[in-house]
């Protein structure tokens, strides 16, 4: 070892000021204090002699009484001493040091009494005595420390391994020998061996004053460590013309720093500046390992403390995060453990990367997040200094170096309290800030861990005090989840806006680096060692990218499969290549809270920078960027559209991750999916279930926007629905390869599903439990018209000018579009269409029908397949039971029927032979995707009436003839040209709110009033219906049903039958019939025959089938017969009524 250095560790420690101690010395406490009021190397004084012929002389009356001599007795000093220090010290030379040397500067010691005194403090460091009266005293200490045992005397370095051991010393003339010397000895930089020869470059160079003896007093010697102390800061911050001090001279003031660090007494220039500010806000802290400087630490930005005392403090505690050992309680408290888990430091090195307070407190941090035992007083000593970093940013040398630009610019004034800090963390959420200053932030928040305990950062522990005694008053105080739970109360009544503006500022840096959320790394460091490659705390954090790791553990939580669509994965046997339960349950809380803010996604914000200030700029507020992004999925660049879409896809599976919508949706949740909620894992169910109960009375405008964006997004790509793309995956595979959009994919299979159930196959090729959740997307679709974009976007015109005022959901659109078909453009009336045949092929996916009708439908048709709900509905239609509502929605669904063959599943399969057979004509003219305004309909109903249709389409026929005799709207036809008539004829009849046929009997008794010949022949048309059956003419049906029960009760109805027995019975004269059925048959009578005048047959088939159906067939036939044989009769008795001509005259 080094001749000057070792013997320094002593010189170094004692360089600073000196400790109080009583002012008078008791000899039996100090057994020594003669020797050291007049050592043998007193005498030595003479030495200054030439120097100083004052002290010079003074020395030499001295030198005949060195027994005795004492400080008091030297006339240089007698003044000052009689006017600062009590007379009972002045037979003490160690008290009047401490006495003269520990007064303020305004005290004015004569110079010459102060050069006394250093040459005296000088002397004493020279002697070789020295060392043998701390032997003397520490005998028994040396004895117990080995270390200084086996040191060799007279050398210094004795001294030295005692300083060092200093606060295992537990003799107490020892410790008192070692700390006053401490203390009065080595005040001066002067007296430090080597220091003035290895710092007088940078002295010089930084103007920190003159090294020659007697230009400084023994008061300002501190101002010039302090100078190089100031100038080592300014050099770590790379502050504009900061010298470059030497290596030497660094260690050996870090070193001065390091031995003065447990009693600030030994700081001189901090002493000074903060004396007074110590007995105002220190006044009870006792002096000692580094009490009073924490003290004063913790009072540093109060209004009391003096802007010197102040400035002095930072460059010290700057000073400690360059070397964690400037501490002494730091150092100290953390030592074993530092030594423990290997955060030692390189004593070779000057300042090396090992001492940095970062290094200690990120290595020992490292240690307590996995679950490794830090001693409490450590723990508590590093607490104090994250808040230290967390409150001062200019602490932290990169702050100040990288940082300088936007602190001036946007942070200016705001230096106390972690509030520039914390503006800095605002502009870096903007993205409006130097890349570097941007990695030093986040150095810092891994160095000061705020994530562990919220009260390390002291502005967000003051924004959100409040919410944290009402919202989390639950969770033990300083306990990380204290984070989690503001996080869950974000955006909520609970939450104030200066606690959420601090906590989204942290969260954004706390998001990039994993480790900082300390419950996350506890339960994931395995999983993201094992999967993730990671090796530890320190490295990880400048090698990985930042987000890296979680990314990681979220792909492993949800492992993707072929074509991006993703499953989650279930824990095997081997273990490598899932999480833990733990683990993925954290990750899933991070997923939740990063849900609620873009920035707080490190990935997404990377990839969608570009696409964020291109679509989103004006999107502000909370969760409105990622619903803008989601939006214009198709229009982001690739890379951002992947996450986009990956986010989207887990929000499917797990939809509580939008904490924001399940706190809107809480009411609905509550009522009608809370079993969902609470059994809820990876399965999709609770959007299902919100998207089923869209329209309940808890649903609120919040929710529901919320669940509709989803159902939007979804369309995007099938992957976006978790069920649906769970249990269709396969199926897609192998049917709809390379489909993307939802809605062509349930096209896709549903189509498959509709051709094979025609086809009657044997084995349908979609999947059972994709079938069912196929149903559940139709429904779901059906429910708004934005669901299904072809159609949406063909209609948007027509609903801009038809349909403005009507709002979207609950298919309240797609109904004001049916409502107003005549309307349509040509597009939008061809989708329509289109969406009617296939919601009358499955009544199901009429979204409106349905939820109308569903409690009927649960009083009448519980046995009815869901292809037939519409039939039975319309079978009860006319019960007592029946709901007004219900009734109604049938009635518009029977009037879309019987506008097209097409639009009745049941007619259409049982008149398959007839229609071409009968209409040929109108199918010629017709287009696949237009209707035919009831043309085939009315083509059937005139064959029904000449009774030629086979024996399944003339029920069906029957069937609408009997509800079109009752509600003159489910006629199309009659409708359509006799709208006019109707208006004018029978107002009040077409007004009545429930239709029995009298619109009906209303043309028929106006019937000579129609002009429009096409609505005439309308009316005429049910004229010769009405022959056929007489359940087509209500009224008749209804005037005459006792004379039907008691005179044609054994006739079956149908083919004109009845009625042809009602008239036999009106021309018997034995019969007597009820005077209204009577009047009604009379009338209709004459309608016949004015009809048989103005329609006569058209061709022999015609006038058949009038013969056939007429009520007096009869009569007809048999009037008919009767001419035939009378003819025949006359032939046979009155012979030929022309001339015979010869067989001559036909040959010739």
């Known amino acids: ?227 190089l102390e100031k100038g080592l800061v300014r050099e770590a911050e790379e502050r504009p013309g900061a010298h470059a001090i030497k290596d030497e001279c660094k260690k050996n003031i870090m070193r001065v720093a390091e031995l003065s660090s447990d009693d600030f007494h030994l700081d001189r220039y901090l002493y000074f500046a903060c004396r007074d500010d110590r007995e105002r806000l220190c006044e009870s802290t006792l002096a000692g390992e580094g009490r009073v400087y924490k003290c004063l630490f913790n009072h540093k930005f109060e209004e009391a403390m003096s802007e010197r005392c102040r ?237 890296a790791i979680f990314s990681c553990l979220y792909r492993h939580a949800y492992r993707s499969v072929e074509q991006g669509r993703r499953r989650p994965v279930q824990v095997t046997e081997e273990g490598n290549t899932t999480l833990s339960r733990d683990c993925k349950v954290e990750v899933q809380r991070i997923l939740h809270q990063r849900a609620l803010d873009v920035k707080l996604d490190p990935e997404l914000q990377r990839r969608c920078m570009t696409d964020l200030g291109k679509w989103c700029s004006e999107k502000t507020d909370s969760g409105q960027e990622l619903e803008c992004l989601q939006d214009h999925l198709e229009d982001l ?18 939809i509580q991750i939008e904490a924001l919508l399940m706190r809107a949706c809480e009411p609905v949740i509550q009522a009608h999916c809370h079993e969902v909620a609470d059994n809820q894992i990876e399965s999709g169910d609770l959007m299902e279930c919100l998207a089923r109960n869209k329209h309940q009375k808890e649903m609120n405008d919040k929710c529901s ?35 993307k959009k939802k809605v062509d994919v349930v096209m896709c299979l549903s189509s498959t599903v509709r051709n094979d159930t025609l086809q009657d196959v044997k084995e349908q090729r979609v999947s059972v439990k994709c079938r069912k959740q196929l149903r559940v997307e139709e429904v779901e679709m059906s429910e708004d018209i934005r669901l299904e974009p072809e159609l949406y ?10 349909c403005q005022t009507v709002a979207f959901g609950n298919a309240q659109v797609i109904e004001c579009l049916k409502e107003n078909k005549r309307q349509l453009t040509q597009r939008c009336r061809q989708k329509i269409f289109k969406l009617q045949e296939v919601e009358m092929v499955d009544p199901d996916l009429d979204y409106q ?61 049982a008149c398959k032979a007839d229609i071409p057979k009968f209409c040929q004509p109108i199918l010629n003219s017709a287009t696949a995707d237009n209707e035919l305004e009831g043309q085939v309909i009315s083509c059937l109903k005139l064959k029904y009436a000449d009774q030629r249709l086979s024996s399944d389409c003339e ?56 002009k429009q010949d096409a609505c005439k022949n309308e009316v005429l048309n049910m004229l010769k219906e009405s022959k056929a059956d007489i359940f087509v003419d209500p009224v008749l049906h209804t005037a005459c049903a006792l004379d039907i029960k008691h005179h044609c009760a054994a006739i079956p109805p149908g083919k004109g039958r009845q009625m042809s027995c009602l008239m036999e019975a009106l021309q018997d004269k034995r019969v007597r019939l009820q005077p209204e059925c009577k009047k009604r048959l009379q009338d209709r009578l004459e309608m016949w025959s004015y009809a048989a005048k103005v329609a006569p047959a058209e061709g022999f088939s015609d006038l058949a089938a009038q013969v056939l159906t007429s009520p007096s067939k009869n009569y007809i036939l048999s009037m008919m017969g009767a001419s035939v044989a009378l003819l025949f009769l006359m032939g046979l008795l009155c012979g030929r009524l022309t001339k015979r001509v010869t067989q001559e005259l036909k040959d010739r």
């Open 849 to 909: 029908l349905m939820k109308v009708c569903k409690q009927m439908i649960r009083r009448f048709c519980t046995e009815s397949e869901g292809k037939n709900v519409l039939q039975c509905l319309k079978q009860n239609k006319n019960s007592e039971l029946m709901d007004p509502k219900c009734k109604q929605m049938i009635t518009k669904r029977q009037i879309t029927q019987n506008t097209d063959f097409r639009l009745n599943p049941i007619l259409r399969k």
């Open 1 to 227: 070892m080094a001749d000057c250095i070792r013997v320094l560790h002593l010189l170094l420690f004692l360089s600073g000021s000196s400790l109080l101690w009583p002012c008078r010395a008791d000899a039996n406490a100090w057994p020594v204090a003669a020797n050291l009021q007049n050592p043998p190397g007193a005498v030595n004084a003479a030495a200054a002699a030439d120097r100083n012929p004052v002290v010079g002389g003074a020395a030499s009356a001295h030198r005949k009484r060195s027994a005795g001599w004492k400080l008091s007795e030297e006339a240089v000093c007698r003044d000052d001493l009689t006017r600062l220090c009590a007379k009972d010290t002045w037979n003490n030379n160690l008290a009047v040091l401490e006495c003269l040397q520990d007064k303020k500067e305004d005290s004015d010691i004569a110079p010459e009494c102060s050069h006394l005194l250093w040459n005296y403090k000088l002397n004493l460091t020279t002697d070789p005595k020295f060392e043998s009266v701390a032997v003397e005293v520490c005998r028994s200490t040396i004895s117990e420390i080995k270390e200084c045992a086996a040191e060799e005397l007279g050398k210094g370095y004795m001294v030295s391994c005692l300083v060092d051991h200093r606060a295992n010393i537990s003799d107490y003339q020892c410790k008192q020998y070692v700390t006053k010397m401490t203390s009065i000895v080595f005040s001066d930089y002067h007296l430090i061996c080597g220091f003035v020869d290895k710092c007088r470059d940078d002295i010089n160079a930084l103007h920190c004053g003159s090294i020659s003896t007697g230009d400084k007093d023994v008061h300002s010697q501190g101002e010039v460590i302090a100078c």
């Open 955 to 1010: 029920d069906q026929i029957r069937i609408i003839l009997q509800e079109s005799a009752l509600d003159y709207r489910l006629d199309p036809q009659l409708q359509l040209h006799c709208t006019q008539e109707i208006t004018h004829l029978c107002p009040e009849e077409a007004a009545a709110q429930e239709q029995t046929g009298q619109v009906e009997e209303c043309l028929k008794i106006n019937l000579l009033k129609i």
């Open 705 to 739: 926007v919320g669940v509709t964006h989803f159902q939007l997004i979804q369309v995007k790509d099938f992957r976006f629905s978790y069920k649906f793309k769970t249990a269709c995956k396969e199926d897609v595979l192998k049917l709809c390869p390379n489909i």
């Open 793 to 802: 976007d063909s209609c948007k015109p027509d609903i801009n000018r038809l």
């Open 311 to 547: 400035e002095a403090l930072t460059t010290r505690q700057k000073l400690i995060a360059q070397d964690y050992k400037v501490s002494y309680s730091l150092a100290k408290a953390c030592k074993s453990d530092l030594r423990k888990y290997r955060c030692s430091t390189d004593s070779g090195v000057p300042r090396a990367r090992e001492a940095r307070l970062s290094y200690l407190l990120l290595c020992l941090e490292s240690a307590v997040h996995r679950g490794r035992t830090v001693s409490g007083e450590c723990q508590g000593e590093m607490m104090d200094y994250r808040r230290m970093l967390m409150e001062d940013f200019s602490l932290s040398p990169e702050i100040v170096l990288h940082c300088r630009a936007e602190i001036e610019s946007d942070c200016s004034g705001l230096h106390r309290k972690g509030r520039t800090l914390h503006c800095l963390m605002r502009v870096g959420r903007k993205n409006a800030i130097d890349p570097n200053c941007q990695r030093a932030l986040q150095t810092l928040i891994q160095e000061a861990d705020p994530g562990a305990d919220y009260r390390i950062d002291r502005a967000l522990n003051e924004a959100c005090e409040s919410v944290i005694q009402t919202a989390c008053k639950h969770i033990r105080n300083g306990d990380p989840m204290i984070l989690s739970c503001l996080m869950e109360h974000l955006y909520t009544d609970k939450m104030v806006e200066d606690c959420e503006h601090r906590l989204l500022e942290l969260q954004y840096f706390i998001a990039r680096d994993w480790k900082l959320d300390p419950v996350l790394y506890k339960k994931c460091q395995g999983d993201a060692a094992r999967l993730c490659h990671t090796h530890g705390w320190n490295e990880t954090s400048e090698m990985m990218p930042p987000g």
């Open 637 to 654: 660049v690739p890379d951002c559209r992947s996450v986009v879409g990956n986010l989207t896809e887990l929000e499917s599976e797990d």
